[in-house]
């Protein structure tokens, strides 16, 4: 499973980095927005932090508009991913896009039928949100196991990223469930190291040693 972080915070996401564990980025306006800070020196600084594939989003809401905006993000770097929210404009637009074969990421998913029409449209990841199905009172987890079976049952190439992850629980069934990609905020990913067994046990281990007043060499 590969794991991105959900974040555009260059703290969160040179921390994330540092820890070896760290696939790629995903950013959306929203979370853009929360940094304050000019979008494209934003980037720069993720692509100089990361050595993976960086979603930045479109925010043209027609297909010419979004394949505009969509080539200048791609011609940036080469690890840019162009975001592009799931409507019936963006999908003509990703269509067009793959086809000139810049990476794709389809955003707001909420249902198997839009993530087929993503996948036939060509996008190489297609983003169903879990949490904010659950917040309505759905499982989102159904989500990501309709989309894994309808993608395999045909061979789709489009990756399952799933997003809008809240907690190591949601990690842990999309990776039973099979989906490609977990996209995880900073504080989810910090939440998923800890176990109060692992605590009380490393005390206890360290304890027992000093107790010894042994040395390892
Ligand atoms: O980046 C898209 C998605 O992960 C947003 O998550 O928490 O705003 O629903 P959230």
């Known amino acids: ?13 040179r921390e994330a980095a540092s820890l070896g564990i760290l696939d790629g980025v995903t950013t959306n306006p929203s979370l853009v927005a929360k940094e304050g800070k000019n979008f494209r020196a934003l980037l720069d600084e993720i692509l100089a932090i990361v050595d993976g594939p960086v979603s930045a989003e479109v925010v ?5 508009g979004i394949v505009t905006e969509a080539r200048e ?8 991913v162009v975001k592009v929210p799931l409507i019936r404009e963006g999908l003509k637009a990703v269509r067009q896009l793959s086809d000139e074969g810049i990476n794709t990421n389809v955003t707001l998913c909420f249902s198997p039928t839009q993530a087929l029409l993503a996948a036939k449209a060509g996008a190489t990841y297609i983003s169903p949100f879990i949490g904010r199905i659950d917040d309505v009172g759905t499982d989102g987890m159904d989500l990501i196991q309709q989309i894994v079976t309808i993608y395999q049952n045909y061979g789709y190439k489009t990756e399952v990223l799933a997003a809008s992850i ?3 629980m949601h ?14 905020p900073f504080k989810i990913i910090d939440q998923m190291f800890k176990h109060p067994l692992t605590d009380i046990g490393l005390q206890r281990f360290l304890d027992d040693w000093k107790k010894n007043e042994a040395k390892l060499v």
């Open 60 to 64: 043209a809401t027609d297909h010419e």
């Open 73 to 80: 993000l791609a011609a940036i770097h080469r690890n840019i």
């Open 166 to 168: 809240r907690h190591p």
């Open 171 to 184: 990690v842990l069934q999309a990776a039973m469930i099979g989906a490609d990609v977990a996209t995880i």
């Open 1 to 13: 499973m590969k794991f991105f972080i959900d974040s555009a915070n260059i703290d969160e996401i």
